[in-house]
């Protein structure tokens, strides 16, 4: 068995990729963010509060009859970034790109911070990290792709999400056609919940692939390419009008620039990130000023291959072989 879905961009800087996920029985179709990043499927719900719910799509376990609550559960949860949720536990079937998983743990949102609030184009999140990173008490529960992995013809899925257009998570399968280079594979470890792996080395431009091993996690949850400042100011250092600009907090340059490609190497293969992917958005509507889609990880303590460079490549989140696969689009 296999699934197959489609992903769109939230807006025109790629911001996040939203999926469609059907919930419950009638179904109730929840615009989602797939989350590599995360291992909790979360979601705005009738026991959200109304002022926080407001133009979100909402799942109702009172109207779907295989809903259940799972008694006693409760879950909390705080990104990286600051924003959190929090609440209590359903089990329902959900069905993704066709394929259903009959008990999965939906986790009814409570309570949701103001980033969630604002962003009203999604209505939660589906983690696809390891299970050991799921956040609910006192039994933590599996992600869907865990409990659909026995299921699936191949315990794989992949992600191919693209810059202003319709990409796709595959489950199950591999659509080599996707990309245009071989599949570069690479261990994945799982022991924090996210997909770390080891890139080999990077280079700005054309240039040849420096040394430098660089770890980190794929994470299609979050939108840019977070790396070591020592990077960042090797490949700023092209940019004539790039600065650091404290308001962003990130550095920003004249949109008119030329940007150079950046390249990186994992599992043998060199993934190149175009010149217009770095180029992420102006940082207002009409401004002539850009902000960067690679940025300084310094403050997080972990870099993050973020969708600017997942946008880059085909790759595959083999959870069969514990390894990333990764290949030019
Ligand atoms: O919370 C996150 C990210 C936030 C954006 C969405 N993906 C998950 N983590 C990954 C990086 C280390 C800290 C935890």
Known sequence: QTGSANTNPSDSADDEYITSVSIGTPAQVLPLDFDTGSSDLWVFSSETPKSSAS??????????????????????????????????????????????????????????????????????????????????????????????????????????????????????????????????????????????????GYSVGGAKLNRNSITGIADTGTTLLLLPDNIVDAYYNNVESAEYDDSQEGVVFDCSEDLPSFSFGVGGQTITISGDLLNLTPIEEGSSTCFGGLQSSADIGINIFGDVALKAALVVFDLGNERLGWAQK
Do not use: C, M
């Open 55 to 200: 133009g979100h799509v909402t799942y109702s376990p009172s109207k779907s009859s295989t809903a259940k609550k799972l008694s006693g559960s409760t879950w909390s949860i705080e990104y990286g970034d600051k924003s959190s949720s929090s609440g209590d536990v359903y089990t329902d079937i959900v069905t993704i790109g066709g394929f259903s998983v009959k008990t999965q743990a939906v986790e009814s949102a409570t309570k949701v911070s103001t980033q969630f609030v604002q962003d009203t184009v999604i209505s939660g999140l589906v983690g696809l990290g390891f299970d050991v990173g799921n956040q609910v008490s006192p039994r933590p529960q599996k992600t869907w792709f865990s409990n659909a992995a026995s299921s699936l013809a191949e315990p794989l899925f992949t992600a191919d999400l693209r810059h202003q257009e319709t990409g796709s998570y595959n489950f199950g399968f591999i659509d080599t056609s996707l990309a245009k280079g071989t599949i570069g594979y690479t261990p994945a470890d799982g022991s924090e919940g996210y997909w770390g792996f080891t890139a080999t």
